[in-house]
């Protein structure tokens, strides 16, 4: 009985070696599969990455066109519309030998002054340096804040006649949460150095002389916004100053009667019609969408892998 506890036990512990053998190959082989996923993907999205720039040079040397610049969503420093995207396809539209004109095509609602400053001054760089070349902003459905100081650049702006135009103005947001703190019966605690340093702090009464230092502040680049506006636009402003600077919106329409835009217009019609060339390439750089393809395989990655591994979740 003893020897036949034995083998028992032999035949038991061989097996639990065999199996996790078994599920150490298993492991394996599910992780090479994975890999050439991966690098087959990422291949294969490289190679339609590039192909728009191959695209664009061919075309570029040997055919008149338009170079369009596209500036979509919010302008900020980590979004597709961050100036230094858009710097870049523009040194590479004013730089191409066949364009015939460069075209903004803007849709967006604003976004950081800071990112549209930069764009608007590169704008008004590379036009000193190539006085030859038009510019042309067309709107979307939003050409706003932001996106108009980054329009006033252009030698002109085309809108839809219900695009929304203007917004010229400068705003923060906070809120005071002191009085639910106090309701709840939460004490605020705050270190800090220097006394200016936590006068805006949302959990407490603002200080005065904190809010009258942002006021001050958001004036001066408010007051930026303007002299940009006004440098572009020059005498085709038309409306009342205290109206157009306010930071309200417009129709295109309305943007045209007031001297914000020029006329009516499509990307398509104004590359046809006005610069000349129907025939459009888009100059902005494409790298981001590889990394959001990156981004996406890697979810659908995380949840296959989920799907397969049930422990890990």
Do not use: C
Not at 17 to 24: C, H, I, K, P, T
């Amino acid at each position: 009985m003893r020897d036949e506890d034995e083998s028992w036990a032999q035949d038991s512990l061989r097996e639990i070696a065999l199996e996790g053998v078994r599920e150490r190959r298993r492991a394996r082989r599910w992780g090479i599969f994975f890999k050439l996923i991966v690098l087959t993907y990422l291949i294969t999205i490289s190679v339609i990455s590039l192909r728009p720039a191959l695209n664009l040079s061919d075309s570029a040397r040997t055919d008149a066109h338009t170079a369009v610049i596209t500036i979509d969503g919010a302008i900020m420093a980590d979004s597709p519309a961050r100036a230094e995207r858009v710097i870049a396809g523009l040194e590479r539209a004013f730089a191409a030998p066949q364009a015939k004109g460069i075209l903004l095509a803007i849709n967006s609602p604003g976004g950081s002054p800071v990112e549209s400053s930069r764009i608007y001054q590169a704008i008004q760089r590379l036009r000193a340096e190539n006085p030859e070349q038009p510019v042309h902003a067309v709107a979307g459905d939003s050409l706003a804040s932001g996106a108009y100081y980054i329009a006033a650049a252009a030698d002109q702006i085309h809108v839809d006649g219900a695009s929304v135009v203007g917004s010229i103005g400068v705003i923060t947001r906070s809120f005071n949460l002191s009085d639910a703190l106090e309701r709840l019966g939460i004490e605020r605690r705050i270190y800090s150095a220097g006394e200016q340093k936590a006068g805006l702090d949302p959990f407490t009464d603002a200080d005065p002389t904190s809010v009258a230092q942002l006021e001050t502040m958001l004036d001066d680049i408010h007051a930026q916004f303007i002299t940009a506006v006004e440098q572009g636009r020059g005498d085709r402003l038309t409306g009342d100053p205290d109206e157009l600077y306010s930071g309200r919106i417009w129709s295109g329409r309305q943007a045209i009667d007031n001297g914000l835009a020029d006329a009516l217009g499509t990307p398509h019609s104004v590359a046809r019609d006005v610069i000349g060339a129907p025939t459009s390439v888009d100059y902005t750089p494409q790298q981001q969408w590889l990394d959001r393809a990156i981004e996406r395989f890697g979810a659908s990655v995380v949840r296959a892998w989920m799907q397969v591994n049930p422990t890990i979740r």
